[in-house]
């Protein structure tokens, strides 16, 4: 133990002897060399910031600048500005945009309005996004090489677009044809169904929007098939019963006539209208029965109407038979299952004639209590035969008018026409004043004897007119005159019982009756003449005029009735009528 003088120094390495680093060739406390890569990666990042902020500074230089040969919808804006390239687009892109755009389907073409579609174009949005700041290279290489064509910022209203288009499509859409059947002749016809076409709206606003103002003119809009509402299948469907129908002939059995419908007729009673997308076979029910009556012989007959007629002067009943008919609905369901069969045994059918009842029957008129005669009134004839004749013409239209109960009677409707066909004959008759000669002259007697047939019964007056002048020959206030077409005698059967009028002539007087049931009590009086203006003597000049001798004063009269039913008063009448003068007429 002690000190080591003879140990080695750490300075003075034996020989031979090596440090264990793993540093060959570095003696112990010799410093290592340097190493190059930090001053490359610092110089490498050095050159990135300095290319890095090149790149920046020309983007920005650059980004107020279009590219140069940059066009939007064909509208050359390179080297501008964005407010020049605005204003550039603002003169030339804006009135494109208000201009009409056309569309076309096929080669059908229409327009639309840009401005009615909502369409508008953002030409401040459009300069903006060709020139603004932006760190994609693209930018930098379109300013180096040129922009090209850009499209235009736009904006759409898009119900408004689909609006416009709907109208656009009435002019652009294709209806489709349905087919059709019919007959020539006897030989059925089929014309061919159709599909149509039609825009379709939603993709034809997309389409609108992308190629508007930037697209081919006109633009050619999505469009689709539309199926007719009869398909050609079933258009086979129909033709097919069409060509069954006319196949043979069609027998009907009916009463005892076998009457045969050949295909023409079968043809000409048959259609194929278009009912819910089908043809349906659909027949002609009068043509039927018509080409069924052609072909036989008095099969139908019409009924009677009953009527009341006298015989032995008194009313009694005639006809009220039934006649007999074909059923057109009926006969119609019959072919129609004869005409559709295949088999030729069943294209014979029977049908049955059915009755056709009269709109008046015998136990109809016995219910309206047509039993008595309640009134008879008459009026002494003149002595000119053609007035009596007259009144014999319209006594016999006079009977046997029924007026049922709340029926109206009118003299004019049941004499007329006032003609010579008609049994009339020319007469005189008074008009203004005057005495002129007339067809039919002399029927005021009979309008006279209905008014008071009417007056007597108890019936209400509808309407009547009393003469100018007064004639002895029927009673005062109590009369009427009668003018197709001006005066009528109108009165109303207001009794629950039918009321049948019977007119005659015997002797030397027109005579009225109404036979009915009692229901109506009527008592009636006339007052005294007062005011009595005896004639005088008139001078004419006018046409027409025809010179009379002086005849009755002149005189106002009063008329009452009253009509009651047990008792009850229900009519309670006073009418005034003032007769004037018959004066002596001198005719200058």
């Known amino acids: 133990m002690g000190d080591r003088s003879d140990a080695a120094q750490p300075d003075e390495p034996r020989d031979g002897d090596r440090g264990t680093s793993g540093l060959d060739g570095l003696g112990i406390g010799e410093e290592p060399a340097p190493s190059r890569w930090p001053k490359v990666a610092l110089w490498t990042g050095v050159g990135v910031v300095v290319l890095g902020g090149a790149y920046v500074g020309a983007q920005w230089a650059l980004s107020d600048t279009v590219p140069t040969g940059t ?83 736009v904006t759409v209203d898009d119900d408004s677009l689909s609006a416009e288009l709907e109208d656009a499509a009435a002019s652009l859409d294709l209806a489709p044809v349905d087919g059709t059947v019919s007959f020539e002749g006897a030989e059925p016809q089929a014309s061919p169904a159709q599909d149509g076409t039609a825009v379709d709206v939603d993709r034809a606003s997309d389409v609108i929007a992308d190629e508007w103002l930037v697209g081919v003119s006109p633009v050619p809009l999505p469009s689709g098939p539309t199926e007719p509402d009869v398909t050609q299948d079933e258009t086979d469907a129909a033709l097919a019963v069409a060509e069954t129908v006319v196949s043979a002939p069609v027998t009907v059995e009916v009463g005892d006539q076998r009457p045969e419908l050949p295909p023409a007729a079968l043809a000409g009673a048959a ?38 007629v006298f015989a032995d002067d008194k009313p009694t009943i005639k006809g009220g038979k039934a006649g007999a008919e074909l059923d057109p609905a009926a006969l119609t369901v019959a072919v129609d299952g004869a005409a559709t069969s295949t088999s030729t045994d069943e294209r014979t059918v029977a049908v049955e004639l059915v009755p056709v009842e009269p709109e008046s029957s015998a136990d109809d008129l016995k219910e309206l209590g047509v039993k008595k005669k309640i009134v008879e009134f008459s009026t002494p004839l003149t002595d000119e035969p053609v007035r009596t004749q007259n009144l014999r013409a319209a006594a016999k239209k006079v009977t046997g008018v029924l007026v049922r109960p709340g029926d109206e009677f009118s003299v004019s409707d049941t004499l007329a026409p006032i003609t010579v066909e008609n049994g009339y004959s020319v007469a005189h008759v008074v008009v203004d004043g005057f005495v002129k000669d007339e067809i039919g002259g002399g029927l005021s007697q009979m309008a006279t004897s209905t008014y008071n047939a009417g007056f007597l019964a108890g019936f209400e007056d509808i309407t009547h007119k009393p003469h100018s002048y007064y004639y002895d020959r029927y009673p005062e206030g109590r009369e009427s005159t009668m003018y197709v077409g001006q005066i009528d005698v109108r009165w109303k059967n207001d009794s629950p019982y039918g009321a049948l009028l019977q007119s005659w002539i015997s002797g030397d007087r027109l005579y009225i009756a109404v036979w009915s049931s009692d229901y ?33 004063a002149g005189f106002t009269v009063t008329v009452t009735r009253k009509v009651s039913h047990d008792g009850d008063v229900d009519k309670d009448e006073a009418k005034t009528w003032t007769y004037q003068p018959q004066n002596k007429i001198v005719c200058e």
Request: glycine share 8%; with cysteine; hydrophobic share 35%.
């Open 71 to 153: 066009t939007v919808a064909g509208i050359d804006v390179g080297g501008q500005s964005s407010d020049e390239a605005q204003a550039t687009l603002d003169a030339e892109l804006a009135p494109r945009a208000r201009e009409p755009l056309a569309v076309e389907v096929e080669d059908r073409t229409t327009s639309i309005d840009p401005q009615a579609a909502g369409l508008e174009v953002d030409t401040a949005a459009t300069a903006a996004s060709l020139t603004s700041f932006s760190l994609r290279p693209q930018r930098l290489w379109e300013q180096i090489v040129g922009g090209g064509e850009h499209d235009p910022v």
């Open 271 to 308: 259609s194929f209208p278009a009912v819910d997308g089908d043809l349906v076979l659909t027949w002609d029910e009068d043509a039927l029965d018509e080409a069924v009556l052609d072909r036989t012989k008095d099969l139908e007959s019409d009924p009677t109407e009953a009527r009341f």
């Open 520 to 552: 109506w009590d009527v008592s009636s009086s006339t007052g005294p003449r007062r005011d009595v203006v005896e004639p005088t003597t008139v001078t004419s000049d006018s046409d027409g005029c025809a010179p009379s001798g002086a005849g009755n």
